[in-house]
T-cell receptor, first 114, second 113 residues
Framework: GENVEQHPSTLSVQEGDSAVIKCTYS??????FPWYKQELGKGPQLIID?????GEKKDQRIAVTLNKTAKHFSLHITETQPEDSAVYFC?????????????FGSGTRLQVQP | KAGVTQTPRYLIKTRGQQVTLSCSPI?????VSWYQQTPGQGLQFLFE???????NKGNFPGRFSGRQFSNSRSEMNVSTLELGDSALYLC????????????FGPGTRLTVL
């Protein structure tokens, strides 16, 4: 089955700096790669996603890049703010009905120091 | 538009009991998936339902089961609870347009004593 590895497990940055979280996946049939942010006591919140026919996607301060050949995708957060502090999860799936199961990475705890 | 709702939010049970958790997806969404989150194993897929049919199942014992109703609401049941079943159980719904995008509810925190 699919295996997703995520690094680093913890990341501490100063407010205003950039943060980068990296994930690798094992199943070449995976074609959908979302990123979730989870705050204490809450469910995961989708922050950005990318499909395998796209190499990069950006939404304001957040961007995701995908390298299908290397089976590698990354989350980039620029101009970090204290409210970005949370646990971030990457995930992969094959996308369509019956194959929508998300395989998650182990999570990155991001701490933004004011 | 209301998000995914899960009830109850917190639950305490004892070993050997059974429990039923409920999930109401986003209005118009027909697909519901369930996940278990624990500190040791992380987020793991339990099962996926679409149009009242289980379409996919994760690697969990038969004590874990679920169903989906005609209004797309879903329930999951865990029988003969074990201490290791203590976890946050998350429900996610997917719509028709972006069928792969999953939106999560707040979860049900289950504690087994």
């Amino acid at each position: 089955g699919e295996n997703v590895e995520q690094h680093p497990s913890t990341l501490s940055v100063q407010e205003g700096d950039s943060a980068v979280i990296k994930c690798t996946y094992s199943d070449s049939a995976s074609n959908y790669f979302p990123w979730y942010k989870q705050e204490l006591g809450k469910g995961p919140q989708l922050i950005i996603d990318i499909r395998s026919n796209v190499g990069e996607k950006k939404d304001q301060r957040i961007a995701v890049t995908l390298n299908k050949t290397a089976k590698h995708f990354s989350l980039h957060i620029t101009e970090t703010q204290p409210e970005d502090s949370a646990v971030y999860f990457c995930a992969a799936s094959k996308g369509d009905t019956g194959r929508r199961a998300l395989t998650f990475g182990s999570g990155t705890r991001l701490q933004v120091q004011p | 538009k209301a998000g995914v709702t899960q009830t109850p939010r917190y639950l305490i049970k004892t070993r050997g009991q059974q429990v039923t958790l409920s999930c109401s997806p986003i209005s118009g969404h027909r697909s519901v998936s369930w996940y278990q989150q624990t500190p040791g194993q992380g987020l793991q897929f339990l099962f996926e339902y679409f149009s009242e049919t289980q379409r996919n199942k994760g690697n969990f014992p038969g004590r874990f089961s679920g169903r989906q109703f005609s209004n797309s609401r879903s329930e999951m049941n865990v029988s003969t609870l074990e201490l290791g079943d203590s976890a946050l159980y998350l429900c996610a719904s997917s719509g028709q347009v972006s069928t792969d995008t999953q939106y999560f509810g707040p979860g049900t925190r289950l504690t087994v004593l």
